[in-house]
């Protein structure tokens, strides 16, 4: 579902999750690759991929986000997931890649390139693929909960990147009212809620210890993960360059 282009300025950065207490119980998992889904409770074309994302979290190899844009607002139903600042995230996906404009569902796949969300199948061959053409998660990054202590640990590379938590929902079900989804029940998965900028990678092994409450202070959020993730200027973003997702049980990852 194409959306003509409408400059917005970026919000920064990603992604995932965090946790209540079952989080803090969780498990830190090393993914094949990152898929960031852009999507709309208002957009016609959107379950299928919505659906697409679930069975990728479920199945837990890559780490999967979902973030729900508001330009679709005016067609009659108001996302109830939506924020602007993912709208902003993904016009400055489109200004990386050179688009004028963007739509839904679109699956940006570690950051380097895009697809369309509900081709599972294509975004299981491209993210298998990556690897061996230089493209996929190559800094490892693992998160861990000991004592009262979110202990973060960015391993050895080259370059400069940005160290990213984002906060996600695990699960909510819509009953959509209005607009072209009318009538349907919906589930989402892994819905960004929040996201912050929480250090600086400059190609050294880098350790963040962080309060561990700070999971327990975001509503609603059902997971954690951390992507590692360069940027092209100060407001477009670039590669990820490593990512790991904590969460509280395997079926939610």
Same mark, same amino acid.
């Given at each position: 579902?194409?959306?003509p ?8 950065l ?5 946790g ?8 830190t998992?090393r993914p094949k690759?990152?898929? /960031?889904l852009?999507t709309s ?12 994302l ?6 837990g190899?890559?780490?999967a986000l979902s ?5 679709w607002n #005016?067609?009659g139903?108001?996302d109830?997931?939506a924020?602007?600042?993912n709208?902003d995230?993904?016009y400055a #996906?489109?200004?990386?890649? %050179?688009r004028?404009?963007v #739509?839904?569902?679109?699956a940006?796949?570690?950051g ?8 599972i199948t294509?975004i299981?061959s491209?993210i ?6 230089n493209?996929g998660?190559?800094?490892?990054v693992?998160v861990?909960?000991k004592?009262?202590e979110l202990r973060?640990?960015?391993g ?12 996600? /929902?695990? /699960?909510?079900?819509?009953?959509i /009212?209005?607009?072209?989804?009318? %009538?349907?029940?919906?589930? #989402?998965?892994?819905?960004v809620?929040?996201m912050?900028?929480? %250090?600086?990678w400059e190609g050294?092994e880098?350790?963040?210890v962080l ?10 959020s %059902?997971g954690c993960?951390?992507?590692l993730?360069?940027?092209?200027t100060?407001?477009t973003?670039?590669?990820?360059l490593g ?7 395997k079926?939610?990852?």
């Amino acid at each position: 579902m194409p959306r003509p282009h409408i400059p917005h300025c970026l919000a920064i950065l990603l992604m995932l999750g965090a946790g209540i207490d079952a989080a803090l119980a969780g498990e830190t998992v090393r993914p094949k690759g990152v898929v /960031e889904l852009f999507t709309s409770q208002g957009c016609s074309s959107c379950p299928p991929a919505d659906k697409a994302l679930e069975t990728l979290a479920r199945e837990g190899e890559v780490v999967a986000l979902s973030y729900h844009v508001d330009y679709w607002n #005016y067609l009659g139903w108001a996302d109830t997931l939506a924020s602007k600042d993912n709208t902003d995230r993904q016009y400055a #996906y489109a200004r990386m890649f %050179g688009r004028n404009g963007v #739509y839904t569902p679109q699956a940006v796949l570690n950051g380097r390139e895009h697809i369309n969300g509900a081709d599972i199948t294509g975004i299981r061959s491209r993210i298998s693929a990556m690897p061996g053409e230089n493209k996929g998660l190559q800094v490892p990054v693992d998160v861990e909960v000991k004592n009262d202590e979110l202990r973060i640990r960015v391993g050895g590379g080259e370059g400069k990147a940005n160290i990213v938590i984002a906060y996600f /929902e695990r /699960e909510r079900t819509i009953n959509i /009212e209005k607009g072209e989804n009318r %009538g349907k029940i919906v589930n #989402y998965w892994h819905a960004v809620t929040d996201m912050e900028t929480i %250090g600086m990678w400059e190609g050294k092994e880098t350790n963040l210890v962080l309060p561990a409450d700070m999971l327990k202070k975001k509503k609603k959020s %059902g997971g954690c993960a951390v992507l590692l993730q360069r940027m092209r200027t100060a407001d477009t973003p670039g590669a990820i360059l490593g990512a790991t997702v904590l969460t509280g049980d395997k079926a939610s990852r």
